[in-house]
């Protein structure tokens, strides 16, 4: 799935250089034609001051101590007014002097605690607010993001909107590096509600149709997508649209980065006409704003959608032409090299040819073995992973294995990339599976769905997917009682995501009818393949070859009811499939073919 894009990220909270300068401003960065997608953001920093000015440390211990710092020692002089100021300043020096962020967060501790004594009483302070941002921002760059959140918490709730612009920007600074912090967190659902209170600030300050709205609206559709909310993701990425064509020049980059961010939605929904329509126009405004580069990624997805469209020939061309600009402006070692290449060997594999197929793919490995300077972990881990999907395909489920190994090791330490990481291991429990290590499919779903619901994707259909894929595993491990209810819940999520016809739903019904007969539950059994068959026969026919083998196990626990209701519950050598007379591996294999991921 092709990046997200972004002009210029959503407007952030900037220390003021005048210490008596109550105002808090925002600071859009109108030079980076891209955005990182929320949950893989880095942490938000303080801005150091440019001020050079900074207390000479006393070198020599046997000196007394200067004014400056016998005055900090003292907590009683936190009630002097020039102290806030004087703290807050000495954490911006220490930070630019880079003394290191432990010192700077001591200063900025003891100045919000000085803030706080002198506010006058009923005046909220923009200066205590501002100071809580930066308290928080150093923590996160300490990687302290859960000591950030509280302070985050109190420093919303020191402006008071309806006095004015600057504390209606107070706040909707706070919420927006709020919602930064809970996404490096992998909490999207609480990242999600920040922007929008933040969103909502703004639009009631600046108006709806303000330039600075849009880029915010944009901002809040990446995350939407982040969680793979595209309804509401496509709905803001229109306003962000609408609003630029009456602010900017026609073919303009804003028009071009929302144009982008379009097409990856309509791409997610399946409209692949639309995200290619979206593509072209985004393409024609980077050439007549001379951005090669950003002509050739747009070309990378112009080829990803013939591809989804089986346009073979108009999808190699694409690639082509990418792989042409990005070799020539970046060199042949670049890891946008290798995701030209890992793109062909999809589309070769697709098209039957094998052999150019693996030989893209050993060409991207060799890049992301001797990356070049600047290249990131996220990068190659992203690019193992698709080519692991490729190995798969391949049927060397152990090969594809090591590769998601390997890029689990370069992100277990990144913040901000919990979702990302959960979708390896799902795909670490599906090679498990594949290659009979149940015990360890289990852990890695586990730890998967664990990661999930931290994030707040406990209601998304590939939360369902995976805890189905989990139940499976704990079938294989003999312990029925837990996969009925990893069923239960997946049966859940996918009615309500997915609707009760969708295939995946579908194979969650069979599984959980499959598991309720081993555990002598034939009533329940037998309701749910009722269940199915009239799905079936009212709305998707009866041409399935799965519905005559549900036809036949229903007739067998109908039978089996009639004449005995404490009859012991059937064998689990044929808890997939309990009529097949395959073995217990080919039964399971063929349930994983047809309810499991889809690459």
Avoid at 336 to 362: I, P, Q, W
Avoid at 405 to 434: C, H
């Amino acid at each position: 799935m092709p990046g997200l894009v972004s002009v210029k990220t959503p407007p952030r909270i900037s220390i003021p250089e005048d210490h008596n300068n109550h105002q808090i401003r925002t600071t859009p960065d109108s030079t980076n034609p891209k955005t990182t997608p929320p949950a893989q953001r880095r942490p938000p920093s303080p801005s150091p001051s440019s001020s050079r000015a900074k207390p000479s440390p006393d070198r020599s211990s046997g000196k007394k101590k200067s004014p400056e710092k016998q005055l900090l020692l003292d907590e009683s002089s936190l009630d002097n007014p020039d102290l806030g100021p004087f703290l807050l300043k000495l954490a911006r020096d220490t930070i630019a002097s880079g003394d290191g962020p432990s010192k700077a967060l001591d200063y900025a501790l003891r100045a919000s605690k000085s803030f706080e004594r002198c506010a006058v009483e009923g005046e909220p302070s923009l200066d205590l607010a501002m100071c809580l941002h930066v308290v928080a921002a150093i923590y996160c760059s300490l990687g302290r993001f859960e000591e950030a959140i509280p302070v985050l918490d109190r420093a919303i709730k020191v402006p008071e909107v309806s006095r004015g612009a600057d504390h209606a920007l107070a706040a909707f600074s706070g919420y927006m590096q709020l919602g930064d912090t809970h996404s490096m967190l992998g909490q999207l659902d609480r990242s999600i509600e920040c922007y929008k209170e933040g969103l909502k600030i703004q639009m009631e300050a600046l108006g709806d149709t303000d330039p600075r709205v849009a880029e915010t609206c944009r901002y809040l559709a990446e995350a939407h997508v982040q969680a793979m909310q595209f309804d509401e993701a496509d709905t803001l990425c229109k306003r962000t649209l609408e609003i630029h064509r009456v602010h900017s020049a026609p073919a303009s980059l804003e028009e071009a980065a929302d144009r982008r961010l379009m097409a990856l939605i309509c791409e997610a929904k399946g409209d692949y006409e639309s995200a290619l329509e979206h593509l072209v126009l985004a393409s024609m405004a980077m050439i007549a704003n001379g951005q090669d580069n950003e002509v050739a990624a747009i070309d990378l997805s112009i080829g990803n959608i013939y591809l989804s469209l089986s346009r073979f020939d108009e999808a190699v061309f694409s690639y082509q032409k990418a792989l042409t600009v990005f070799k020539a402006s970046k060199g042949d070692n670049h890891p946008a090299v290798a995701s030209v290449f890992v793109r062909l060997a999809d589309l070769y594999y697709k098209t039957g040819k094998l052999r150019e197929s693996r030989s893209y793919c050993e060409n991207a490995l060799r890049i992301y073995a001797k990356p070049v300077p600047g290249t990131t972990p996220e990068d190659i881990a992203s690019g193992m992973t698709e080519i692991s999907a490729i190995y798969e395909s391949f049927n060397e489920p152990e090969e594809a294995l090591k590769l998601l190994q390997k890029s689990m090791k370069l992100l277990e330490d990144k913040p901000g990339q919990q979702s990302t990481i959960a979708g390896v291991e799902a795909r670490m429990g599906v090679m498990f599976y594949m290659v009979g290590r149940y015990e360890e499919a289990r852990g890695a779903f586990e730890s998967a769905v664990a990661k999930l619901r931290a994030s707040g994707e406990r209601k998304s259909a590939f939360f369902g997917v995976v805890l189905n894929q989990m139940g499976l595993a704990c079938v294989q491990l003999f312990k029925i009682d837990e996969a009925a209810e990893l069923f239960e819940e997946a049966r859940e999520i996918l009615e309500q995501e997915c609707g009760p016809c969708h295939q995946d739903t579908l194979g969650v019904y069979s599984n959980l009818a499959a598991t309720y007969d081993a555990l002598g539950r034939v009533e329940d059994a037998i309701e749910i393949l009722e269940y199915v068959l009239k799905l079936r026969e009212e709305k998707l026919g009866t041409a399935n070859p799965d519905f005559d083998d549900e036809k036949k196990r229903l007739a067998e626990l109908l039978k089996e009811a009639g004449r005995s209701r404490n009859k012991k519950a059937k064998s689990l050598e044929n808890l997939i499939d309990p009529n097949s007379k395959r073995t217990k591996k080919e039964a399971s294999s063929k349930k994983w073919s047809a309810f499991g991921f889809r690459s």
